[in-house]
């Protein structure tokens, strides 16, 4: 069954230095999403992607972030220049955007240590 | 927005009893509740979904029932195992294509 894969699973930044984090989705997936989940809390929409634009973001995703779909089968989310505060589990997700077919897939997380 | 609340924040329960997790939700929009079960360190997996034209699912052990009157859901967990223990999360959201509004999740342990 094929699986959302992410890259790096840990990433440890200095705080000011920009970071990408790497998704692959799931190859006939439509719809893709980026979620964040701080240590021990619920899991945060960050922003939903779709036909090569932003769809719907959250208050979380300000200026500092962005996504991009470079090549078609990445998915990527950047961010400029990380905060302590950005230290959290994000995730990935994916689905193929047709009605009845709601089930979103997530990757397995990539967690960002911000020093 | 969509806001979900989730009960209780633990659960204890004796291996072979029930476990059951309530969620509501206030936007009448919602028509897709997913729930999600998370390990320690792993992603969130997705173990059951209800849609708003249904009252109830089942899957095995684990059912699913939405009351769209009074916009709450429940996930109950019959004959529990020790691998059951978890974190589960509820989430609603419009349909395909659109975000995810997670409650704030339930740790679930279940005693040998």
């Known amino acids: 069954e094929p699986e959302v894969t992410q890259t790096p699973s840990h990433q440890v930044t200095q705080m000011g230095q920009e970071v990408i984090l790497r998704c692959v989705p799931i190859s006939n997936h439509l719809y893709f999403y980026w979620y964040r989940q701080i240590l021990g809390q619920k899991v945060e929409f960050l922003v939903s992607f779709y036909n090569n634009e932003i769809s719907e973001k959250s208050e979380i995703f300000d200026d500092q972030f962005s996504v991009e779909r470079p090549d078609g089968s990445n998915f990527t989310l950047k961010i400029r220049s990380t905060k302590l505060e950005d230290s959290a589990m994000y995730f990935c997700?994916?689905?193929?955007?047709?009605?009845?077919?709601?089930?979103?897939?997530f990757g397995p997380g990539t967690r960002l240590t911000v020093l | 927005g969509e806001n979900v609340e989730q009960h209780p924040s633990t659960l204890s329960v004796q291996e072979g009893d029930s476990a059951v997790i309530k969620c509501t939700y206030s936007d009448s929009a919602s028509n897709y509740f997913p729930w999600y079960k998370q390990e320690l360190g792993k992603r969130p997996q997705l173990i059951i979904d209800i849609r708003s034209n249904v009252g109830e699912k089942k899957d095995q052990r684990i059912a699913v029932t939405l009351n769209k009157t009074a916009k709450h859901f429940s996930l109950h967990i019959t004959e529990t195992q020790p691998e059951d223990s978890a974190v589960y999360f509820c989430a609603a959201s419009l349909e395909y294509g659109n975000k995810l509004v997670f409650g704030a999740g339930t740790i679930l342990r279940v005693k040998s």
């Open positions: 997700a994916g689905d193929l955007g047709t009605e009845q077919v709601d089930t979103q897939y």
